[in-house]
């Protein structure tokens, strides 16, 4: 049997369905087809072509749509088509040449047989593809794109689906009764929490608003996403348009949503993009609020300037919270409903609001309660978190732990920093997203500068020139010297930015100092000098030795598990590096 892959276009026109039975080659046969204009496109599966195009011809919003390209080999089966519509529609709406009408209700990762043999040759349909000019970009660029990693048209694993389901009935339920209810999703790293609420949002702003026009679809979907939903759609047929906005603590990412994936994605708006004190600066009140990175809510406590402490005590006094109230208590007055993404284990700064207000939030009688934890890396992947988590704690691994790294994941730690600064710019090449990030334990020297540096050469002469923030041995480096879109920016690779805006983002690789904050010796083992410590913020204000040490352990150990492809260490310290050698391969 050939696998050699088939393309063929056709006119979408009233001859569509007389054109396919004619061309036999389509019947009965399973397929992926395109249906797209100038500016649109729609992605699908049928087993049959020409029936599947009467159906579109008769609905006026295929009918919009011109042209016909289906897509199949003659090894492909069911299963199959099923991946490759899913590959397909996550792609091509990053790709961006065309707006899709599809939703994203039914994209479900397929397990099947030879799965892995098959998904090669979606990279080459997408090459094809690319040939016939339906799609523009390379899949090297479009996959380390932002709005390809946070595309609501991703596959969600079974569990995803499963409290997508979830919330979706609990929250339909509460809506039809008039409850006000809060939703909890804690997560774990490599869960893809963001791409779930993403899904969400898209999935609840369709489903409600405009569920008459996409009634095909409705056909189509899981038995168990329809359930309870056609009578909800049946008895709310007039319903108000729901106001359901994302709140984003961190203004990397939040920037990143707002500017990269929001503005080019169907039925999401950037202005649905909001920070806390946005929720509480306006008069508006939402019908729903979906949290991402909820443990960086914050509370009046630590804030880096006068005038934040200024605006947050504003904002308490407006909503009748004044003076103890918190990012969390703004969002629970001014909304309805809110959906909370948390991870505890990620809060790394003393101004993150404490976790006994999730507890208590927890325990109330209306919280519904969801856990996140099927991570999409590979099989060794929980258990490579719980050996970093082991390294960096008072309960060490007895032995260094072997997890076939080289193949999936590096971790290695480096003696010479100069041979790690080469290695991430000669994968950088490669890879792309390869990036230095450092904790900061350092004086920023450079922030204040007004002409930054953009180029290598600039910041060569920089540092010639005594600008510098970091020195080790003879090497010296700046920070970044932008806040937001650093990581895009042409210099970002010469620099080295900060674990507070590089957190949530999905490097390939990344090049991390362990400073002298964070020491070994035999006595103590591991703990913190705060006089290495040189956030004065942070200083001035943590007096308790804990709970300092519980924020540097939990930054390091954030740090080693939260790239895509590897982690290098510089460890500053050479007591706690000759200890850090008996659990990682050491780069002499």
Not at 326 to 335: A, P, R, V, Y
Not at 517 to 523: A, E, F, G, R
Request: glycine share 0%.
């Amino acid at each position: 049997m050939s696998n050699e892959i088939y393309i063929k276009e056709y006119p979408f026109n009233n001859k569509i369905v007389d054109n396919l039975q004619f061309d036999k080659y389509w019947k009965q046969r399973p397929v992926v087809y395109i249906l797209n204009n100038a500016h649109e496109a729609y992605v699908w599966e049928t087993i049959d072509a020409s029936i599947r195009a009467g159906q579109h011809k008769a609905n006026p919003k295929r009918d919009s749509l011109n042209i016909l390209n289906l897509i199949t080999t003659d090894e492909f089966n069911k299963s199959v088509i099923l991946d490759l519509e899913s590959f397909l529609i996550s792609h091509m709406s990053a790709d961006r040449k065309y707006v899709l009408q599809n939703w994203n209700w039914w994209l479900h990762n397929h397990n099947y047989y030879q799965k892995e043999k098959y998904q090669k040759q979606f990279r080459i349909i997408w090459d094809k593809l690319k040939e016939r000019w339906l799609v523009k970009e390379n899949l090297k660029e479009l996959e380390n794109s932002n709005i390809f990693k946070y595309s609501p048209y991703k596959s969600l694993t079974d569990e995803q689906i499963n409290i997508v389901i979830k919330i979706k009935n609990q929250l339909l339920n509460d809506m039809s009764n008039d409850i006000r209810s809060t939703f909890i999703v804690n997560w774990w790293a490599w869960t893809w929490k963001t791409i779930l609420w993403i899904y969400l949002m898209k999935f609840l702003l369709e489903i409600i608003e405009n569920h008459e026009e996409y009634e095909e679809e409705l056909e189509n979907l899981d038995e168990n996403i329809y359930d309870n939903l056609h009578d909800f759609l049946v008895t709310n047929k007039k319903i108000e348009p729901l106001k359901i906005w994302l709140v984003i603590p961190m203004k990397n990412l939040r920037k990143t949503l707002h500017d990269d994936v929001f503005t080019n994605i169907s039925w999401l708006k950037k202005e649905y993009v909001l920070s806390p004190g946005q929720v509480a600066e306006t008069d508006e009140n939402w019908d729903i609020l979906i949290v991402d990175e909820a443990h960086r809510l914050r509370q009046r406590k630590n804030l880096p300037s006068a005038s934040e402490y200024v605006s947050f005590d504003k904002n308490n006094k407006r909503l009748w919270l004044y003076p103890h109230g918190t990012e969390l208590d703004w969002i629970m007055k001014k909304s309805k409903y809110q959906i909370f993404l948390y991870d505890n284990k990620q809060s790394i700064k003393p101004t993150d609001i404490d976790r006994g207000k999730f507890v208590s939030l927890e325990n109330f009688w209306n919280t519904h309660i969801y856990n996140l934890t099927s991570q999409l890396r590979c099989i060794w992947w929980n258990r490579y978190i719980n050996y970093v988590n082991k390294i960096f704690s008072d309960q060490p691994p007895i032995n260094k732990e072997i997890f076939n790294l080289d193949w999936w994941y590096e971790l290695k730690l480096f003696t010479d920093v100069s041979d790690m600064i080469k290695k991430i710019r000669e994968l950088n090449n490669s890879f792309w997203l390869c990036r230095n990030i450092a904790w900061f334990a350092r004086e920023w020297k450079t922030k204040k500068e007004k002409q930054k540096p953009k180029s290598e050469i600039e910041t060569k002469k920089w540092i010639e020139e005594w600008k510098y923030d970091i020195k080790i041995w003879n090497n010296k480096y700046i920070r970044n010297t932008i806040d937001a879109w650093w990581i895009p920016s042409q210099n970002s690779i010469n620099e080295i930015w900060c674990i507070h805006t590089s957190q949530w983002f999905d490097l390939n690789y990344a090049w991390i100092i362990i400073w002298c904050d964070l020491k070994y010796d035999n006595i103590r083992w591991l703990y913190v000098d705060k006089d290495e410590y040189y956030d004065k913020n942070w200083k001035n204000t943590i007096t308790d030795y804990k709970i300092l040490y519980d924020y540097i352990i939990n930054i390091y150990r954030t740090m080693c598990t939260r790239w895509m492809l590897g982690t290098y260490l510089y460890v500053c310290d050479k007591w706690l590096r000759d200890y850090l050698t008996k659990f990682i391969d050491v780069v002499e």
